[in-house]
């Protein structure tokens, strides 16, 4: 999916030091929705609603989830390891989504605010060299936010229009993650680092929640790993096992994921198809090759059977390229399958598949998403 140029460039290269170069074309598009402009949106005016926070469930025996054996093919791409035994979500009625898009770059009514608060940005230690200081005014506006229960960006402030979707000001979800993860570990062993690292993990945890866009989900996967690494540290000065245990756990569920969510995107990948260029008679593939039909229906295969709807939604938007510059065969078979996803239960799937069945990719788009081969 398209995702705004200055957002994710920044967002993708923190991602990137977290998740150890997940090389993917996330960052590649965005140029279409970057270069319009976005109306400003009504602030949020209201404070994060009083929220309490359960204690996490008791830890019992664990069963290390064996995401290298046959069986783990056909998990979704999720945590395995109940992440309640760490950090239980608030019960706080609030979207943060509505909060966090006063911070966007684009239509934010609060960007300036965020601009300050990174410059203020301090060097706590060698693995945090530049995060919000544990007193930083934004950052303390933020504590009570972690502590909702939901955060629903998607219909709730912006629309899913495919390669168009707009994403929220990840860099700044991250940024307060990294914050609170730097404050956990200058004060290691103390029931503040607990509650911390522990604020981060529901920070993650509320990213995912949407299963929109792809590079939402990393993010929120990288701040359950800055908290799960900090919860662990602090469980073993405290010499807390059963805590540490499932802490390593979670961290070693990290890597995993991100694998295959990497996997995945290799295999829905058109960007490898080389040759195309924007031509003055239509988009053209310039060796005239279109999309194997492997390809295709490894494509077709996403939409119908991945659990994840990130992945489902990302499938649509590549069919929304084959539709476009595919065989006539090949987007007669497209426009059929969009038709019915047109008509999912779920609001998100089907507006997604509207929205690739209706509209036209400009040559700026196909572009950004369709980078020729290097020779």
């Not at 404070?47 to 290298?68: D, E, N, T």
């Not at 539709?323 to 998100?348: C, F, H, N, T, Y």
Request: aromatic share 6%; net charge positive; hydrophobic share 45%.
């Amino acid at each position: 999916m398209i995702r705004p140029r200055t957002l994710v460039l920044a967002a993708i290269a923190a991602v990137t030091l977290l998740a150890a170069g997940l090389g993917i074309r996330l960052l590649a598009q965005g140029s279409a929705a970057a270069g319009k402009s976005a109306p400003m949106l009504p602030r949020y005016s209201q404070p994060a609603s009083a929220a309490s926070v359960p204690i996490p469930r008791a830890i019992g025996a664990l069963k290390v989830p064996c995401w290298g054996c046959p069986d783990a093919n056909k998990w979704s791409v999720a945590f395995r390891t109940d992440l309640d035994l760490l950090a239980p979500l608030g019960n706080g009625p609030a979207n943060v989504a509505l909060w966090m898009k006063d911070f966007n770059n684009q239509g934010g009514t609060r960007y300036s605010d965020l601009e300050k608060a990174m410059d203020r940005r301090v060097e706590v230690s060698v693995d945090f060299p530049k995060v919000f200081a544990g007193d930083d005014p934004l950052l303390r506006e933020a504590e009570p936010w972690a502590d909702q229960a939901v955060m629903r960006t998607y219909p709730d402030v912006y629309p899913v229009l495919g390669m168009a979707t707009r994403l929220p000001n990840l860099l700044f979800a991250l940024n307060l993650a990294k914050g609170w993860a730097a404050r956990a570990a200058s004060h290691p062993g103390t029931p503040a680092a607990v509650d911390d690292a522990r604020r981060v993990i529901r920070w993650g945890r509320l990213l995912r929640q949407d299963d929109v866009t792809i590079v939402q989900d990393l993010v929120g996967l990288a701040c359950i790993r800055l908290g799960a690494e900090q919860l662990y540290d602090a469980a073993v000065r405290q010499g807390d096992q059963p805590l540490a245990l499932a802490s390593a756990m979670v961290l070693g569920e990290h890597a995993p994921q991100r694998l295959r969510t990497a996997q995945v995107l290799t295999r829905l990948e058109l960007t490898a198809v080389e040759g195309f260029e924007p031509a003055s008679t239509g988009h053209v593939f310039v060796s005239g090759r279109v999309p194997t039909e492997a390809k295709l229906a490894a494509i077709l295969e996403t939409v119908k059977s991945a659990p994840e709807r990130r992945f489902r939604l990302e499938a649509i938007a590549q069919l929304h390229l084959v539709r476009q510059l595919g065989s006539k065969a090949q987007a007669a078979r497209v426009e059929e399958v969009l038709d019915s996803l047109g008509r999912s239960p779920d609001p998100i799937v089907a507006a997604a598949a509207r929205h690739a069945r209706e509209t036209t990719l400009d040559d700026e788009t196909l572009s950004a998403v369709l980078k020729p081969k290097a020779p």
